[in-house]
């Protein structure tokens, strides 16, 4: 950073940055090493640190990433608070993020919810009828010879009210062990879509741009015994929605829901419970806050999963074991809870 007029002298602030993975995806980090001030007379010198972190905020959100650092006192804990980074259990603990208002993306929030005892006292806290009721029904397809489901389609039939729709999504991942990475969504034909349902073979007979080359990048050594011919079916799985306004957010956010999900499996006889909300990147620390602190007032047992994206493909993928292992791995189960 320099001043206008003095721009052949040394800068008034220099800082240092990296791009990062953040602990939500699908956003990413622009997250700042180091910032130094000129040390020298200049009373220009004098809060250039904090004109030069608030360009870097704007240029983070431009490029649709999160501002983020790691402040090693209490005092500078205490200052970029101030300044409106915020902090949140769920996410780390030790780091400071503040999302500029120029990435209006949507991002989804969601938490696993520790089994039906925690699922109806979610319920009992909202002591009023849904806004919404919805359900939806989710096919997942991959080619044959992607043995390792590196690149996966998913199907998503929804009904709420009297409307239908149909739509897709693309989710891919680099191997077994990395995340998947969401594509963008397509609106497709309801006939289609329940063709496809009934047979995923049928995927081959629509044209459907999204779905252009599905497991064409699988490797060698992934090809199936018949050659690897056609499309299968990974998984499918039924979910129930019921939305609630999620209490206790500052108004310039607007109203946002909380979804509280109930997820059934073909072969468990028991549902996989979640809640979500969608928010935009600049209110996802207070959205996380409020959220947690529902939890916490009603004593519901709820783990954030970081890929909010991929939750029911993985679920359904693993048969529930996904949940259930987060879950068990939850090292802040309050006291009360012993069934875990």
Excluded at 159 to 172: G, K, L, V
Aim: glycine share 6%; hydrophobic share 40%.
């Amino acid at each position: 950073l320099h001043a206008a007029d003095e721009l052949s002298k040394a800068p008034l602030c220099l800082a240092f940055v990296s791009n990062r993975a953040f602990p939500l995806e699908p956003l990413a980090a622009l997250h700042l090493d180091h910032i130094l001030t000129s040390p020298g007379p200049s009373p220009l010198a004098k809060g250039a640190g904090r004109c030069l972190l608030e360009i870097l905020v704007t240029r983070a959100a431009e490029a649709q990433r999160v501002m983020t650092l790691e402040p090693q006192s209490e005092a500078l804990e205490s200052y970029f608070s101030q300044i409106g980074f915020r902090r949140s259990k769920d996410l780390d603990p030790y780091l400071f993020f503040l999302a500029g208002e120029a990435d209006n993306s949507d991002i989804q929030v969601r938490f696993a919810l520790g089994g039906a005892e925690a699922h109806e006292r979610l319920l009992a806290a909202f002591k009023r009828p849904p806004c919404w009721l919805a359900s939806s029904e989710e096919f997942f397809i991959t080619a044959r010879q992607d043995r390792c489901a590196l690149d996966v389609l998913r199907l998503r039939l929804r009904s709420q009210s009297m409307q239908q729709d149909a739509w897709i999504h693309r989710f891919q991942r680099p191997a077994p062990t990395e995340p998947y990475r969401a594509g963008t969504g397509e609106e497709v034909e309801l006939a289609d879509a329940m063709s496809v349902m009934r047979g995923p073979e049928f995927l081959g007979q629509v044209a459907w741009a999204t779905a252009e080359g599905l497991g064409s990048g699988a490797s060698a050594s992934s090809t199936s015994l018949d050659g690897g011919k056609g499309f299968a079916g990974l998984g499918r799985c039924s979910v129930s929605h019921r939305a609630y306004p999620l209490p206790g957010l500052s108004p310039e956010y607007g109203p946002i829901e909380l979804v509280i999900d109930s997820l059934e499996l073909p072969m468990r006889s028991d549902l996989v419970y979640s809640a979500w909300a969608s928010c935009k990147p600049v209110a996802l620390a207070e959205v996380l806050e409020v959220t947690r602190s529902l939890f916490d007032d009603f004593r519901v047992h709820a783990v954030l999963f970081r890929n909010p994206p991929s939750w029911t493909l993985e679920v359904a993928q693993t048969d529930g074991l996904v949940a259930a292992t987060l879950l068990q791995q939850s090292e802040d189960i309050p006291e009360h809870v012993d069934d875990f």
